[in-house]
């Protein structure tokens, strides 16, 4: 990793480039999958299953068998991580409860929202080169919460057609019924449109690799919502004088291992600092089983020099990462600067792999830049708030002319009769 020093401002647009492939070839390939699928439903399923997971599958349902089968296979210590996990991760999603107001806005007339629970939303859980447990926490947990009568669930199966019993450990605690044995655009076309076995959703949630999150962006243009555009992982770590070089290269190295088309960026204003965080990055890199992953990711990362905490912040404010890291002194200061990221953790003891698991905060959040204009998954992404209005007959004198005025001015004749005979009425 080479040290980028003292970058002019108009430099900045291409040190926040993220790492981008030709995606034409892919794209022919989910939109094939995705009419295959919503035209031959299971079987179709089946035979991606068998093309790409390398599994024959008779069911595609996670029977009871295999749930029980599962909760013998995880430890209890892991069982108990898991609780404390979900603990947290309810805790912090039952706080973000929405309460509508009754709001009077002229004499008569009343209005108020009310949060609606979607009825059927798909959860896609990753599980390729890591089986993401948490995953199904992070997206079950505000959904159960919400209130959603119905969640699917999606995910890859092993060579033996099961999936990771942790993954089935953690549905069960999150309250999760409806799970599958699908993954990749298959899965994504399965929950978008329904099949004999997987019941169509309103919504799609979760992380994947480049074929799902293509699948989801097609679908989402007319059959389903979805959470948001997403792609490779990625993290900013701002750090100072006072930042500790080993914990900082550890969270580096945490967002490299999460794939070759990851990336990284590291941004201060002491050199010297920064010269060890990168000497840091090193020393720690062999030691990871995913060291290749790493460091192929580390080939896209880049390490900036800056002249001050002003011009990292918005430095890092033009990148707008998925998670931001202020490993500095006085943490708290900085990050009310903040205006584009999807998960900001202060101070030298906040490392992203909380966020990750346990902390208690959502780990499905925008990348590439999308933390402009999106938010990460909380519970509002599950509900959605239906407006009311009451008039009384005080309420059509209060604002009955507005509305006929703006109306006729608008050329719309009937929307201002319904109105006028209203009016007219109570005259």
């Not at 706080?95 to 949060?115: I, L, M, Y």
């Not at 890859?156 to 699908?182: C, E, Q, S, T, W």
Request: with cysteine; charged share 20%; aromatic share 6%.
């Amino acid at each position: 990793m080479k040290i980028i020093n003292y970058p002019a401002r108009n430099e900045w647009p291409a040190l926040t480039v993220r790492p981008k492939k030709d995606l034409t070839q892919l794209r022919q390939t989910v939109e094939t999958v995705l009419a295959d699928v919503r035209q031959h439903g299971d079987e179709a399923v089946k035979r991606y299953e068998l093309m790409f997971d390398k599994v024959r599958l008779d069911d595609l349902q996670v029977s009871e068998a295999e749930m029980l089968e599962a909760e013998e296979c995880v430890s209890d210590e892991l069982k108990a991580a898991l609780a404390q996990a979900h603990h947290n991760i309810t805790a912090f999603h039952e706080a973000q409860r929405f309460e509508g107001k009754r709001v009077e806005t002229a004499p008569g007339v009343v209005c108020w929202q009310k949060a609606v629970a979607m009825e059927r939303v798909g959860l896609y859980v990753p599980g390729g080169t890591a089986p993401l447990f948490s995953t199904v926490l992070m997206l079950a947990t505000p959904a159960r919460i919400a209130g959603c009568q119905e969640v699917v669930l999606c995910s890859p199966p092993g060579r033996d057609g099961r999936l990771h019993p942790a993954i089935l450990v953690a549905a069960r605690m999150a309250g999760v019924k409806h799970i599958y044995k699908i993954g990749g655009v298959q899965a994504i076309g399965a929950m978008a449109y329904g099949t004999e076995s997987v019941p169509k959703v309103d919504k799609i949630f979760g992380p994947g690799n480049q074929y799902v999150m293509a699948a989801k962006q097609a679908v989402s243009l007319g059959d389903v919502a979805i959470d948001m555009p997403a792609g490779p992982s990625e993290v900013a770590v701002v750090a100072d004088e006072t930042s500790n070089p080993v914990f900082v290269a550890a969270d580096l190295l945490s967002q490299a291992e999460h794939g070759v088309d990851s990336q990284v960026l590291l941004v201060g204003w002491n050199k010297d600092m920064l010269t060890k965080i990168m000497a840091e990055v090193e020393r720690q890199l062999p030691l990871l089983p995913r060291c290749d992953m790493a460091q192929a990711s580390l080939d896209n990362s880049r390490v900036v020099l800056v002249h001050d905490a002003n011009e990292a912040i918005d430095l890092v404010n033009a990148y707008a990462p998925e998670h931001l890291i202020l490993s500095i002194d006085r943490a708290a200061a900085l990050a009310e600067r903040v205006r584009h990221a999807g998960s900001v953790f202060l101070g030298h003891y906040s490392c992203e792999s909380a966020g990750d698991y346990a902390s208690g905060t959502n780990h499905t959040l925008p990348t590439s830049g999308y933390a402009r204009a999106y938010s990460g998954v909380s519970l509002d992404s599950f509900i959605r708030k239906i407006t009311f209005q009451e008039l009384s007959a005080e309420g059509i004198r209060s604002i009955g002319h507005t509305v006929e005025l703006m109306a006729e001015n608008e050329q719309l004749l009937a929307h201002k009769r319904a109105m006028s005979v209203r009016l007219a009425q109570l005259s």
